[in-house]
């Protein structure tokens, strides 16, 4: 599928930016290529492919960088207060924050 000068236009127009006929022709020619790109990688047959969790998994054998979810020190109420210290405002021990979404 390739963009004409009158795709681009009504691109440019959706976009709400305005280009000059240079622009466009630059513009036409950027999209066609991302476009093309993607019919590209649209055609490959990835049957029986295992997806990766990273790209670079393909060359090295990279283990997710992630530490056990573990404990590591003891709460207590005096470690509660003094981290609640530095909070902005806390009742009964949480955490006030402003809300945010209506």
């Known amino acids: 599928m390739a963009l004409n000068d009158k795709d681009v236009a009504r691109i440019a127009r959706l976009a709400r930016i305005e280009l000059t006929p240079d622009q466009r022709t ?3 020619a950027e999209l066609n290529g991302i476009l093309h790109l ?3 990688l649209q055609s490959v047959d ?3 492919v295992e997806p990766l969790a990273h790209p670079l998994s393909a060359h090295e054998d990279i283990v997710l960088r992630l ?3 573990a404990v590591t020190e003891a ?3 005096a470690r509660r207060e003094a981290l609640l210290a530095n909070a902005p405002d806390a009742q009964e021990g949480l955490f ?3 809300k945010v979404l209506e």
């Open 46 to 48: 990835t049957q029986g």
């Open 75 to 77: 709460g207590s109420q």
């Open 96 to 98: 006030l924050v402003p």
């Open 26 to 28: 630059v513009a036409q």
């Open 38 to 40: 993607i019919e590209r």
């Open 67 to 69: 530490r056990e979810d």
